[in-house]
């Protein structure tokens, strides 16, 4: 005998879980099926995001950002510190403790909601009359039905050909971010977001961090006057950067993995490291979600196929968030989530995929929204630019901390806001204003015009703003 719900939603990551909360919260009687297992085979809803993606990277990102600071900028402060040690099995627990408390509050705002949760993998089995029925595979196997399906199972990182995760020597994502003790020496494969986070990681505890990356530039989807100033700072702290590389061959061993490459010159090299990061993007989690009993259509690559609106091709499935199209980005599947469970409901949930902000949680920070200006030289727009440094901001110099811009891009003839692009101390907070002034098409000017604390790191924004006109009052 199966329940019936009106909304059933399978996956709890950030698309999933926020999507069932406000499907609840519209009055519609929900379910959440979700398959994570914690340390102790419980419930750990929160998907890749929470378990081993978003969370724990910022929360080894912090304790490694506090041994660098304590080893090499304390003393600038005055303070001063003898035999400096990291202890990894504490750091590694603190970060698992971080990840529980996320855990936890996820499984009490469904509570609190009024969300039926059920732990275990969910896959379709049937259509049934004015809906579906979807099977719940785990300790306590249960069979639900609802009118309508949302699909979150997110995504699954890229394996390397000839190189499986062992998550021991060839790590994921997942691996990374349980490594028991500092490699002296750590490859990784990928430029992207994961790999400079995790590298940065390991590099700020002591490991010699070598990265591997195919194209010929670096942070390809980053504005490249950005990229170029990051690609300086991450070489200046210690990391060795190898862009135009192509991998021919993998070998890990029981304590080290040997990578044979050709680099930019085509010349043979070897690296041989303890452990590898491979973090060359991610793939489509739908193995187990058994479309094909539904007809519910897949693309080539494995995404689930969905229209602007996330529906699919069957009537009253949806699908968010890594599994779909566009950027894979916890902030994206959670605006998709809300926006489905407001579609059913009949209104008209909004994502604007334009000014989704973009982050990589390195040291310094990298942020940024809307178009790059290589985007716009290559659309044929006419733009304005303005920059102002941190070097010239008051807050960053108390906070000994100069490194990097903010960056402005507007309209040549109307001034709206194009794009904006940080690198420097705390982008990734510094972006929101930005998103909120693209969103409501604000212009330069309007950011010019505005009054900042001072001192702050906002302020920097603000004369970014007045750049554009060459008019900074500080710099």
Not at 1 to 18: E, H, K, L, R
Not at 27 to 50: L, Q, R, S, V, Y
Not at 177 to 198: D, F, H, Q, Y
Not at 254 to 276: N, R
Request: charge should be negative; proline fraction near 4%.
């Amino acid at each position: 005998m199966s329940t019936a719900f009106d909304v059933i939603v399978i996956g709890a990551g950030p698309g999933g879980y926020i999507a069932a909360i406000r499907a609840a919260q519209l009055g519609f009687n929900t379910a959440c099926i979700d398959e994570w297992k914690n340390d102790k085979g419980g419930p750990a809803p929160g998907g890749t995001c929470t378990n081993v993606g978003c969370i724990p990277s910022k929360a080894l990102l912090q304790s490694s950002e506090n041994f660098d600071q304590a080893g090499h900028h304390f003393s600038d402060h005055g303070i001063g510190l003898s035999n400096l040690t990291i202890d990894v099995a504490k750091m590694l627990g603190r970060k698992n403790t971080v990840v529980k408390q996320n855990n936890d509050g996820i499984l009490y705002l469904f509570k609190k909601n009024k969300v039926a949760f059920f732990h275990g993998r969910g896959s379709f089995t049937k259509a049934v009359d004015g809906g579906y029925e979807v099977a719940v595979a785990g300790d306590k196997p249960d069979v639900l039905t609802a009118k309508h399906v949302i699909i979150a199972t997110g995504s699954n990182p890229r394996a390397l050909p000839g190189a499986a995760f062992d998550e021991e020597t060839i790590l994921s994502n997942d691996g990374a971010l349980r490594i028991p003790a500092v490699p002296k020496t750590l490859g990784v494969i990928g430029s992207g977001v994961i790999g400079l986070e995790m590298g940065s990681v390991w590099r700020r505890l002591g490991a010699e961090v070598t990265v591997l990356e195919a194209l010929p530039v670096f942070l390809g989807a980053v504005d490249e006057q950005i990229a170029k100033e990051a690609h300086k700072v991450f070489v200046k702290q210690g990391l060795k950067i190898n862009l135009g590389v192509k991998i021919t061959e993998v070998r890990a061993g029981k304590k080290a993995v040997s990578v044979s490459y050709t680099d930019e010159a085509g010349a043979e090299q070897k690296l041989e490291c303890e452990k590898l990061i491979v973090s060359i993007g991610r793939v489509p989690n739908t193995t187990g979600l058994n479309a094909e009993a539904v007809g519910l259509k897949l693309d080539e690559r494995g995404f689930v196929a969905v229209d602007d609106d996330c529906k699919t091709n069957l009537a009253n499935v949806w699908a968010v968030g890594d599994v779909v199209r566009g950027p894979m980005l916890a902030h994206k599947a959670e605006e998709e989530g809300v926006a489905v469970a407001e579609r059913i409901a009949g209104q008209h949930g909004h994502v604007n995929f334009n000014t989704v902000p973009w982050v990589i949680y390195t040291s310094p920070e990298i942020a940024w929204v809307g178009q790059t200006e290589q985007q716009l030289k290559a659309s044929g727009r006419a733009y304005k630019a303005g920059v102002f440094p941190f070097m010239a901001n008051g807050r960053a110099r108390a906070l000994g901390d100069t490194t990097g811009m903010v960056k402005f891009l507007a309209d040549a003839r109307t001034d709206e806001i194009l794009g904006v692009h940080i690198i420097g101390p705390m982008a990734s907070e510094l972006i929101a204003e930005s998103v909120v002034a693209m969103e409501f098409k604000a212009s330069s000017e309007d950011i010019a015009r505005i009054c900042h604390a001072h001192p702050s790191l906002s302020e920097a924004t603000k004369e970014a703003a007045l750049a554009i006109d060459k008019r900074t009052l500080n710099f």
